[in-house]
């Protein structure tokens, strides 16, 4: 009962209880004789006083319950528009975000935001081997997650629950389902970041082109049983939301790369070599940095086009482009400059140490053949090297040289 009715109870009962001996006095000081005695004025006064009191008691719960409607009314007005606020900034996300962290990162700190009573957040996004990695969270230090990767089974969304649609699932007891189903690894390392103490969670999965992409996690740390149903049609939207976000971020990396990268080799095509290569040599001259340049050519694609098919040479193709992309450092540049032709930018090296690569990756190609149906060959190539600024300054003039040394290497393999 509010403070405010108790009040009002005891008023009433203290004025019924005095009411008698009030009248008897206001007689007795008027020196009056009353018609009828003290004891029944006061029943009378009380039956008035009760009646009058059940319409003010009426009249004032009617009231307070209409403060509280409006109370009601009003937070969910105010978190109708926090939550259509933060999916407007989501759906805005859709054509600005280009990049797939902050995307994530944006998506748990809104979870957080509109969902009553979350205090953590998580995305797990599936990799190649269809295990479920941790790659954002919110109150959660996202690197001590870096060596957690989650089954299926470990997820809080059994695998016949799973549909086209992102299907949401409040678990009243995370501890009793990670205690059953986690594996020993996972649930120390888990617990080792804190993540364990969670008393409730909304699982959402994550859906793109009818496929799990991956789930998000929304937990309480302090109270069970506190998420309610509303709050998983808000975490089903934010998940088809999120959705539509990654798969245009997914389109746009596609197309970054394809403008970039040579489809088959997966290293850079001649036109953004030509464009990276022509800033690393003007760094290099106003520093004064030394690089040597290579270009390399298959020996015997004609052959193997010739006796096993083109889609053969692309193979052999692929094969020596991954060859070199294992055995080159990221600070290097690598390119396809046509057909079996490859480039190559060594930084801050010499000749002598460029040429030893150069042998080593040979060597690796020899102990690698290539395995079509139930044939197997060996790749090998020639190669030429140009050192800046040992043999010239001249960029244009660099690429000569390699070109000349590498055909020369060439027609000294078809004399072998």
Do not use: W
Not at 66 to 81: D, G, P, S, T, V
Not at 302 to 326: E, S, T, V, W
Not at 376 to 390: D, K, L, R, T
């Amino acid at each position: 009962m509010p403070k405010k009715s108790k009040n009002q109870v005891i008023f009433f009962i203290l004025l019924t209880a005095l009411s008698p001996f009030l009248i008897y006095y206001i007689f007795y000081s008027l020196e009056m004789n009353p018609v009828l005695p003290p004891a029944i004025i006061s029943f009378i006064v009380l039956v008035m006083l009760s009646y009058l009191f059940r319409i003010f008691n009426k009249e004032t719960t009617l009231h307070l319950q209409q403060i509280e409607k409006f109370k009601n009314i009003n937070r969910e007005l105010i978190k109708y528009n926090e939550i259509k606020e933060v999916m407007l900034q989501i759906s805005n996300s859709i054509v600005n975000i280009k990049n797939m962290d902050e995307l994530l990162q944006l998506t748990v700190d809104a979870a957080v935001q509109i969902i009553d009573h979350a205090d953590t957040a998580s995305i797990l996004i599936k990799n190649d081997n269809d295990i479920f990695e941790f790659k954002a969270t919110h109150g959660f230090d996202i690197l001590n997650f870096s060596q957690t990767a989650l089954t299926l089974e470990e997820v809080f969304i059994d695998d016949h629950e799973l549909s086209k649609y992102c299907h949401a699932k409040i678990i009243h007891n995370p501890k009793c389902f990670n205690d059953i189903n986690m594996s020993d690894k996972n649930y120390q390392l888990l617990k080792k970041s804190n993540a364990l103490n969670i008393k409730s969670t909304i699982c959402t999965s994550i859906v793109i082109d009818d496929q799990i992409y991956g789930f998000i996690n929304v937990d309480s740390l302090y109270q069970q049983n506190i998420f309610k149903e509303e709050d998983k049609i808000v975490m089903e939207y934010l998940a088809s939301q999120l959705a539509i976000a990654i798969k245009n971020v997914l389109l746009f990396e596609k197309t970054l790369f394809l403008s970039r990268y040579d489809g088959l080799t997966k290293v850079y095509h001649r036109h953004y070599f030509d464009e990276l290569f022509e800033n690393l040599y003007k760094r290099a001259k106003r520093y004064h940095e030394n690089f040597c340049l290579c270009i390399m050519d298959l020996n015997n694609l004609k052959q193997i086009n010739d006796i096993y098919g083109h889609l053969a040479g692309d193979m052999a193709i692929a094969h020596f482009a991954k060859i070199l992309r294992d055995n080159v450092r990221e600070s290097d540049l690598l390119g396809r400059y046509g057909g079996d032709e490859f480039i190559a930018v060594f930084l801050n090296t010499d000749y002598k140490n460029t040429e030893k690569k150069m042998r080593k990756i040979y060597k690796l190609l020899s102990k690698t053949p290539l395995h079509i149906h139930e044939h197997s060959f060996v790749i090998n190539f020639s190669f030429g090297i140009a050192s800046f600024p040992n043999d010239t300054l001249d960029d244009k003039e660099l690429i000569k040289i390699a070109d000349f040394k590498m055909y020369k290497n060439k027609s000294f393999h078809k004399t072998m």
